[in-house]
């Protein structure tokens, strides 16, 4: 399926208010949420959907505490900016950017640093303990 680069983009705009930043929010959660078949297809995420989505929901619960309208507009811009690279895809991340498939699996894998396959122990931590593991 081709996908123009303009299929997903959105305009930037400001929250007049916190009932509006709210709707906005949820509204791209559940964009992110509905992309996560589509996101584990595309980038062959060797993990169930249900890991995908958790993910998600962990990276806006990240900024769940955010407490200024102008922050929640960037995040929001950000979101929109990352979900376009996925195509429709957050996890706070550019909407454009996941679902045009402008975005490697490496970046994808990025997001699941616990459940990668190298995690983020893939270097000794000294000379000696990589000597002993064998490792180069």
């Known amino acids: 399926m081709a ?3 303009t299929q997903f983009a959105k305009t930037t705009a400001q929250s007049a208010n916190w009932n509006d930043a709210k709707r906005r929010v949820l509204a791209a959660y559940r964009e ?3 992309a ?3 996101i584990q297809t595309m980038y062959s995420v060797p993990f169930p959907v249900s890991v995908i ?5 962990a990276e806006f619960e990240r900024h769940r505490f955010v407490n200024k309208l102008p922050v929640i507009d960037v995040l ?4 929109n900016a990352e979900y376009q690279h996925y195509r429709r895809a957050d996890i706070w991340c550019t909407e454009q950017e996941m679902m045009n498939f402008w975005k490697q699996s490496t970046h994808v894998m990025s997001y699941f640093p616990e459940e990668n396959f190298r995690g983020h122990e893939r270097l000794p931590k000294n000379f000696m303990q990589g000597f002993l593991e064998g490792r180069n």
């Open 53 to 57: 989505r958790t993910r998600m929901r």
């Open 76 to 79: 929001l811009m950000q979101n």
């Open 32 to 34: 992110w949420i509905r």
């Open 36 to 38: 996560a078949p589509e």
């Open 3 to 5: 996908v123009t680069p």
